[in-house]
């Protein structure tokens, strides 16, 4: 059974540049969250969607987005990229929202901002 | 409001020695702890959980600690070993929400 997939694993960018993340839920899984961590840190949770619509959102700034599509792969997009953006983002994925149970996480994308 | 508090923020122990990490919450409803290990550039990965209805549950040289009345739960690595240094992250669910620690650093000095 496949895990949660992350792509790509690393990226650097400029400030003032925008980005995509990408996040492939275990098959089956629906809901699909984001967080950033960045060195020393703990999760910082971004948000959640689940079947299409963002269910809960943490505290980021606009730039921060995201969705899903209908076979539940998730995008995070950051716009404006600034230098304190650069984190480890993480997917995770579940069956539905809430459920720590089978609650997964992908290997995450390094983003680095230059 | 922290739902889970987690101490230490981090941690030197010599190998061999006994880690200790401890969470604590304050919801009874939460019914699941999971513990999760993180290694650098990796995603956490969920390591042990437990259940409420027990006190402790061992899987190898890594047991959860429970205690009900005192809304605390801890991870124990004994005989901690350099590969164990990691992040930990706690963990607390109702089932249909849940929280995470603010995470551990673990070193295990050779």
């Known amino acids: ?114 | 409001q922290q739902q889970v508090k987690q101490s230490p923020q981090s941690l030197i122990v010599q190998k061999g020695g006994i880690s200790i990490i401890n969470c604590a919450y304050e919801n009874t409803a939460f019914d699941y702890f999971p513990w999760y290990q993180q290694f650098p550039g990796k995603g956490p990965a969920l390591l042990i959980a437990i259940r409420p209805d027990v006190s402790e549950k061992k899987e190898g040289r890594f047991t959860i600690s429970f205690n009900k009345s005192a809304k605390q739960f801890s991870l124990h690595i004994m005989d901690s070993q350099p590969g164990d240094s990691a992040t930990y992250f706690c963990a607390a669910s109702t089932g249909n929400q849940f929280y995470f620690g603010t995470g551990t650093s673990l070193t295990v000095i050779p």
């Open chain 1, 1 to 114: 059974k496949a895990g949660v997939t992350q792509t790509p694993r690393y990226l650097i960018k400029t400030r003032g540049q925008q980005v995509t993340l990408s996040c492939s839920p275990i098959s089956g899984h629906r809901s699909v969250s984001w967080y950033q961590q960045t060195p020393g840190q703990g999760l910082q949770f971004l948000f959640e969607y689940f079947s299409e619509t963002q269910r809960n959102k943490g505290n980021f700034p606009g730039r921060f987005s995201g969705r899903q599509f209908s076979n539940s792969r998730s995008e995070m997009n950051v716009s404006t990229l600034e230098l304190g953006d650069s984190a480890l983002y993480l997917c995770a994925s579940s069956s539905f929202p809430g459920q720590l149970h089978g609650y997964t996480f992908g290997s995450g994308t390094r983003l680095t901002i230059v």
